[in-house]
């Protein structure tokens, strides 16, 4: 099968099957090969790997990626998609296409039937509308997995490295923190692209910390806090807590402030990763 990351071919394809690309979908496939490798190797993918792809596509990194992984399952909500996978993955016998939302999905499910429960790796060029709360479910619903290789918005990636004192800081920031090592591996411009999106793009690798770098006694509890406080980004800490329907009482807190000698008009977005899981687990005890 001709490689799709060149052009010419994935036009070719798109014209076979007369395709039209759905924008609710975030359909902007990828057209460089260059890209395509960078992903490839920063993947760092083996045949001992399971790899998880969301949204294929019309399979371009699909196909990189049967050729290194031992097994790869890809699930693809456009089911105008799936013939055209069938045809353009038909020379690999170690892809599973699932024709379904990755956000209904059971990722612990399929990892349990696919590799025995062992960690999987994610590789996706994913759909932009629904980056965050992909990210998020795979880590708050414990899949097993050993690292997340994605292209997202540019943006959004500086929103997953930053830390307190920046625009940027927020919840995406401390959730991916607690639970993986961001590093961005390629920016990417829209003329990678078909159709090119309107904003730009990178490649971010999280590679996920077999214990998390901050002890939170209940992480659930924690990422309740880390919430209230950036629902609401303006107020004090102390308000964005009692106005978040938490059940903590004003005193409690300003008691927890006090001891971590924190000022009682600080806001949320001044705290880092570590003084909310001790303000967490000081709340907690209360
Ligand atoms: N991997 C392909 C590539 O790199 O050329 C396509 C990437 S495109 C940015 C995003 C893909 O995700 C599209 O194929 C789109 O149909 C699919 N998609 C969008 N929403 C989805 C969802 N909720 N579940 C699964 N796939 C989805």
Known sequence: MANLGIPANTIDILQKYHFNFQKKFGQNFLIDTKVLERIIEASDISKDDCVLEIGPGIGTMTQYLAEKAGEVIAVEIDKALIPILEDTLKEYDNVTVINNDILKVDINKIVNEK??????????????????????????????????????????????????????????????????????VANV?????????????AVIRLTRYEK????????HFMFSLIRASFNQRRKTLINGLLNAG?????????????????????????????????????????
């Open 212 to 219: 998390p770098p901050v002890m939170a006694e209940d992480e």
């Open 115 to 184: 590799n025995n429960g062992q960690p999987i790796k994610v590789v996706a060029n994913l759909p932009y509308y629904i980056t965050t709360p992909i990210i998020m479910g795979l880590f708050e619903s414990h899949v097993p997995l050993k690292s997340i290789t994605v292209m997202v918005q540019k943006e959004v990636a500086d929103r997953m490295q930053v830390g307190p004192g920046t625009k940027d800081y927020g919840a995406l920031s401390l959730a991916v923190q607690y639970y993986a090592k961001p590093e961005v």
């Open 189 to 201: 411009p829209p003329n990678c692209f078909i159709p090119r999106p309107n904003v730009g793009s």
């Open 246 to 286: 938490l059940g903590l009482s004003k005193e409690n807190i300003i008691h927890a402030l006090e001891s971590m000698q924190l000022s009682l008009t600080i806001r949320g977005e001044a705290l880092t990763l570590e003084q909310f899981a001790k303000l967490s687990n000081l709340l907690k005890k209360e």
